[in-house]
């Protein structure tokens, strides 16, 4: 039987050495143990090592596909529970300064209609999640960071709070009457978004709706330094058109767009775009 080893530095420069020995990597021991934490998106048949290509390795008796990813979950993960307290401190009340934000999660909070929770997918330190809350909605959390989910429960007592990914929720098929986005998949890479959105179709329950809020534009920033932590993580500005037609292509219907321009006064630098989508009740 066959065996490879392969060392690949991810974008945090560490090191993770892969012995590959033989079979199919869901069935194979040595892969098994080296699985990833829970919020590297790793697949059955799939490894994910932390890098950025994908690697195809054949011999005679089997072929072994190993997805390769950017370390972004890591990377962004490391991100946030290093600047946790700090992204709290800053943003926890912003709401209040941002009439047109409460009225979107109003107009979402008003769309959900069907049986099951409401999802608030990269919740942080839960601002969206109290807020919606507060208007009704038996609504949890979910943050791959466990400081912002510490933040969260303290902040918000009595509500539920889980770390995971978002790109691979723990949740049956149709459970969710709702789902917001609110600002987090802006470090989820462009070719992953595809995946992150059929995710979101795969656990809404036919006519549920969909809430994503992100930075409106073209540039993207790399930050290795926030809060004066030494910290590594890209923020990605997408064009609203662009996200509304990866909804669509995910299957879901467009219900509103809606963009606000960039508000000097609060210090933004871009315009900043909420799209509402829902899963079609026949899909
Ligand atoms: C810019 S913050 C926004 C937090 C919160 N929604 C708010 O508006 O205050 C981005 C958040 O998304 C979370 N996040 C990013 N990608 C995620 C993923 N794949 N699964 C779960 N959480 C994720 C990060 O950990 C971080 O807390």
Redesign the pocket.
């Known amino acids: 039987m066959a065996a490879f080893s392969l060392v690949i530095a991810d974008t945090l420069g560490r090191e993770r050495l892969t012995r590959l020995v033989g079979a199919h990597p869901g069935t194979d021991e040595t892969l098994q143990s080296r699985r990833t934490p829970p ?1 590297d ?1 790793t697949r059955p048949g799939r490894l994910s090592v932390g890098a950025s290509t994908v690697l195809t390795m054949t011999d005679s008796e089997t072929e072994i596909e190993i997805e390769t990813e950017t370390g ?2 890591s990377e ?2 490391v ?2 529970d290093a600047i ?1 307290e700090d ?2 401190a800053l ?2 009340e ?1 709401l209040k300064d941002r009439p047109l934000e409460r009225a979107i999660l109003g107009v979402f909070a008003e769309l959900v209609e069907g049986e099951g929770p409401v999802a ?9 999640t109290g807020r919606l809350a507060a208007l009704g909605l038996d609504v949890y959390g ?4 466990e400081s ?1 989910l510490a933040i969260a429960r303290r902040e918000n007592p009595g509500l539920r709070f889980e770390q ?4 691979d929720l723990d949740l049956p098929d149709g459970s969710l009457a709702g789902a ?9 890479p462009v070719d992953r978004l595809p995946a ?1 959105f059929a995710e979101f179709h795969r656990v809404l329950a036919p006519g549920a709706p969909l809430l994503v ?1 992100f930075q409106a534009g073209d540039r993207h920033r790399h930050y290795d330094r926030a809060f004066g932590h030494d910290v590594s993580l890209t ?1 990605q500005r997408r064009q609203p058109d662009v996200m509304a037609a990866l909804l669509t292509d995910a299957g879901f219907a467009l219900h509103s767009r809606t963009v606000r321009e960039a508000d000097e006064s609060l210090h933004e630098t871009s315009p900043q775009a909420f799209l509402i989508a829902r899963r079609p009740t026949s899909s």
């Open positions: 919020w998106d972004f979950l962004t993960k991100f946030y946790a992204y709290a943003f926890q912003e608030d997918l990269g919740c942080g330190p839960g601002r969206t979910l943050d791959l960071s912002m995971g990914s978002m790109l917001s986005c609110w600002y987090s998949s802006i470090h989820t992150l809020a923020f």
